[in-house]
């Protein structure tokens, strides 16, 4: 089984429809990430969680939320969703502050497409 | 602004034609820089972590290096296995690890 986890691996909606991607690691780690891929702008952050209390924005999050379930997961919803939001989506852990060497574990990716 | 820039797009190579990728990077201070392999349909995965210019990592059949302004992705007798897009990134001084400005990847396709 993987490390990192998303749900779902695709997903094609329709403008204006909510949508929520899920990420679930077993790593153990405090750090998790939702990054965006599209073709030609390599990944951007959307956001990032250091712990369960802990949510920042990144680079892109205008038109995303996030919410951190408990250590081990962690959900990007789009509330409406635009068709510049199709994309594909990663989700990454890292280790703790002491331990971290900048590595990131990704998942697999979600690719949403929005009709 | 804070920029991060693969060159070439893609690169062919023959089995056994040994290359080199290129990274470069505008950022007001570096804490780290990455390369990342991905293959098709999958997430990205950890190569190595560069901190200061100088500095080199192997693996295999890649070495990366680090110059204060550029770093260089350089393969050697490359195999089919090989095929991949690599992806550089960095983090900046003023941000935590794991924040990560990546560039556009560089697509390589090694053929027999």
Redesign the interface.
């Known amino acids: 089984d993987a490390d ?1 986890t998303q749900t779902p691996r695709n997903r094609i909606t329709k403008t204006g429809k909510r949508i929520m991607l899920e990420c679930s690691q077993t790593k153990g780690h405090d ?1 998790m ?1 939702w990054y965006r891929q599209d073709p ?6 959307i956001y ?1 969680s ?1 712990d369960v209390k802990d949510i920042n924005k ?1 680079e892109i999050s205008d038109g995303y939320s996030v919410s951190r379930q408990a250590q081990a997961k962690f959900s990007l919803s789009l509330e409406s969703a635009i068709p510049n939001q199709t994309a594909l989506y ?1 989700c ?1 852990t ?1 280790e703790p ?1 002491q331990r ?10 979600s690719r949403l497409t929005v009709l | 602004e804070d920029q ?1 820039t693969q060159s070439p797009e893609a690169l062919r190579l023959q089995e056994g034609e040994s290359s080199s990728l290129n990274c470069s990077y505008t950022v007001s201070g570096l ?2 820089l ?1 390369w990342y392999r991905q293959d098709p ?6 190569l190595f ?1 560069l901190y200061s210019a100088g500095e080199e990592k192997e693996k295999e059949r890649l070495k990366a290096t680090l110059t204060k302004k550029e770093s260089f992705l350089h393969i050697t007798a490359p195999k089919p296995e090989d095929s991949a897009t690599y ?1 550089c ?1 960095a ?1 900046m001084t003023t941000d ?5 400005q ?4 560089t697509q390589v396709v090694v053929t027999p």
């Not at chain 1, 030609?40 to 952050?45: F, N, S, T």
């Not at chain 1, 590595?103 to 697999?108: A, I, Q, V």
């Not at chain 2, 990546?102 to 990847?105: E, I, K, L, R, V």
């Open positions: 990192v750090r990430y030609g702008l390599g990944l951007r952050l990032y250091f990144g990663f990454a890292s502050g971290n060497t900048g590595e990131l574990f990704f998942g697999e990716g | 991060v804490r780290g990455f349909g999958k997430g990205p995965e950890f972590t992806l990134a983090t935590s690890w794991g924040k990560l990546f560039g556009a990847g």
